[in-house]
């Protein structure tokens, strides 16, 4: 209980403390802001000065603008708001005035508080440029790969680093990194700003085609080329900080030692000195504590982008068909709206969406089912309406026609293995050609052997069996192929046995003969003696 109670004031006063920052910002929402951002500028303008109301005055007189027609008691009073918010301090400075009145008005100076510039130099920032395409210092991230690796080899070196040496590297990284993660988050809140947008033009949405698949492809293909690299290095010089930052403490206090004199004096030290810099500059690049890292969702936010460049192509194409994006017609009407009186925007919307009073609308019931006339329509059948006419009021369907089935495909593979084929049962035809006469020497191949058969049964039957002498003749046994280029002739042979040999076994032919001859020679020549299946 008694730690409880001593932390309670530490949470009141952070509360207050955080509650007296933000209402720094007030002046920026009031309905007099145009004027208190031209007196604060004026502040801005200056370094380590205290102005008076008269000098206020002479400078806004000399710029113009909104802070021209102010007049000295008005300013008085942004002044004093101004310091109540806790932009300005009063400042005392001796006086020197010819009336009472002068007096009255010169007595307090004002000077600007370090909250207050800072939240001027970031509205100023925001007025001049949060609507523009902030270029990605990309070429800084090269720099910051060679800084690292300079740092790298500073720190393995024998005798370590030079304390000044190293400080100046470990600053000018840390500058070079921050330009470019500032960079890279305002690029991708633009990105952002015109990814929200769904009525881009053809001409915008070409600069927005290019603007994606050029510069961010760019950006994201060096980042992905530098961060193994960069990761790798942070991972070699990480032994090494704990000592190099003291080695670098001891050398240059800086402000340090006035943090350490004073206890309520709040220091914040330059970039790099701290290994909370170095934590964040490892996790930009790698992915350390399990939440992936800043380059992880650098490639997110590119894929989200494509994705809603995507999905205004898709709205344009619809565009093109017919489906026209009404925004500015509803615009014009929200003007309308908003501009008229009760009554009229009832007639607008009657006009505008076809939102009459209350009607009885049906369908025609089932001729077999007879239904009352008394009978509610509350606990009378239920009628299915169709869905296209409960939805869209119409019957028509809609959509494109399915697109004709694409086979190129299918037709390749089949072409390919037909080609496949016949390559092959040329290769046989091949085969048995430089293997005739020589059948009992050789041993077919399982194609060659399959072609042979495929010929001899085609040859048995278109003989014509015949009976000579007492025995059986085989006439016209007789078949070839035109393509391959190849025929088989068959005669009765009595006491002769032809061993045909293969690969898948062998097959002997009793009484018969056989010879296998080229396709081109006619019918009835004299069978050469080479081209006999002997057995």
């Known amino acids: 209980m008694e730690g409880n109670e001593a932390q309670a004031p530490d949470r009141e006063e952070t509360g207050a403390e955080a509650w007296q920052r933000l209402s720094a910002y007030t002046y920026l929402s009031v309905p007099e802001r145009l004027e208190y951002v031209a007196v604060m500028r004026v502040f801005c303008g200056t370094l380590l000065a205290d102005l008076a109301v008269p000098d206020v005055l002479v400078k806004l007189q000399r710029a113009g603008g909104p802070g021209a027609a102010l007049d000295a008691e008005a300013l008085t009073a942004r002044l004093e708001q101004l310091v109540r918010w806790g932009n300005l301090l009063h400042s005392t400075h001796t006086v020197k005035a010819t009336s009472i009145a002068e007096y009255q008005r010169s007595r307090s100076r004002y000077q600007l508080s370090k909250l207050g510039e800072r939240v001027q130099r970031d509205a100023d920032e925001v007025l001049a440029g949060a609507d523009a395409a902030r270029e990605v210092s990309s070429e800084l991230l090269a720099l910051v790969d060679r800084g690292l690796g300079e740092i790298v080899a500073m720190v393995t070196e024998t005798g370590g680093p030079e304390p000044q040496q190293a400080l100046e590297r470990i600053s000018t990284l840390f500058v070079q990194f921050a330009e470019f993660a500032e960079s890279v988050r305002d690029f991708y809140a633009y990105l952002g700003q015109v990814l929200a947008r769904y009525d881009l033009e053809g001409a915008e949405y070409q600069g927005f085609k290019e603007l994606l698949l050029d510069y961010v492809e760019a950006i994201t293909e060096d980042v992905s080329f530098r961060a193994p690299r960069i990761a790798a290095q942070l991972a070699a010089v990480w032994p090494h900080l704990p000592t190099l930052l ?161 086979h190129s495909e299918q037709k390749r593979r089949l072409l390919e293995h037909a080609r496949e084929h016949a390559e092959a049962r040329q290769a046989a035809a091949d085969e048995l050609r430089s293997a005739a006469g020589r059948f009992d020497q050789v041993r077919l191949s399982a194609p060659a052997m399959r072609l042979l058969l495929e010929l001899l049964t085609a040859a048995l039957g278109n003989a014509q069996l015949h009976k000579d002498a007492g025995d059986f003749l085989l006439d016209g046994a007789q078949a070839g192929d035109a393509d391959l280029g190849i025929r088989l002739t068959a005669w009765r042979t009595p006491g002769r046995h032809t061993v045909l040999q293969s690969f898948d076994g062998d097959l002997t032919a009793d009484d018969l003969t056989l010879a296998v001859e080229s396709a081109s020679m006619r019918v009835g020549e004299p069978m050469p003696e080479a081209g006999e299946a002997s057995a």
């Open 246 to 406: 003291s080695r670098i403490d001891a050398h240059t206090t800086g402000l340090g030692a006035l943090a350490e004199g004073l206890p309520e004096t709040r220091v914040q030290r330059s970039r790099g000195r701290d290994l909370a810099d170095w934590e964040g500059l490892r996790d930009w690049f790698a992915n350390t504590g399990g939440h992936g890292s800043q380059v992880d969702q650098l490639r997110d936010a590119t894929l989200r982008a494509l994705q809603s460049l995507l999905a205004n192509a898709k709205r344009m194409l619809r565009s093109a068909s017919g489906e026209m994006s009404r925004r500015k017609d509803l615009l014009r009407l929200a003007a309308w709206f908003d501009a008229a009186d009760p009554e009229d925007a009832h007639d607008l919307a009657v006009a505008a969406f076809g939102l009459y009073g209350a009607r009885h609308l049906g369908v025609a019931p089932d001729p077999e089912s007879s239904v009352p006339a008394y009978v509610s329509w509350w606990t009378g059948p239920v009628v299915d309406v169709p869905v296209a006419l409960r939805e869209r009021g119409s019957r028509a369907p809609r959509g494109r026609a399915a697109a004709a089935e694409d």
